[in-house]
């Protein structure tokens, strides 16, 4: 499945309410400061505003999962970044 087909509710399966609703909260409040979608490899690219610095996130579609990574320092999975 590429990223793009992904609804909401997949993608609160995948990062679960709490984070997703932390997530969604930093889009609305514009802290994801730049989000670069490459079609040719089905991968996005963003910086996201943290509390102390700004993180790089990484996402790219699998055939029956998102495979994704940020450099922020929460040990949890996915954190809201993501």
Same mark, same amino acid.
């Given at each position: 499945?590429?990223?793009?087909? $992904?609804?909401?509710?997949? *993608?609160?399966?995948? +990062?679960?309410?709490? *984070?997703?609703?932390?997530?969604?909260?930093?889009?609305?409040?514009?802290?994801?400061?730049?989000?670069? $979608?490459?079609?040719?490899?089905?991968? *996005?690219? +963003?910086?996201?505003?943290?509390?102390?610095?700004? $993180?790089?996130?990484?996402?790219?579609?699998?055939?029956?999962? *998102?495979? +994704?990574?940020?450099?922020?320092? $929460?040990?949890?999975?996915?954190?809201?970044?993501?």
């Amino acid at each position: 499945m590429k990223l793009t087909d $992904y609804t909401d509710t997949a *993608i609160k399966n995948f +990062a679960g309410s709490t *984070i997703f609703s932390r997530g969604h909260g930093y889009y609305e409040e514009d802290m994801v400061m730049s989000l670069d $979608y490459n079609a040719d490899n089905d991968t *996005i690219n +963003a910086q996201v505003a943290g509390n102390d610095k700004d $993180y790089k996130v990484r996402l790219g579609g699998k055939p029956s999962s *998102i495979k +994704a990574n940020c450099d922020c320092p $929460y040990y949890g999975w996915p954190c809201k970044h993501v």
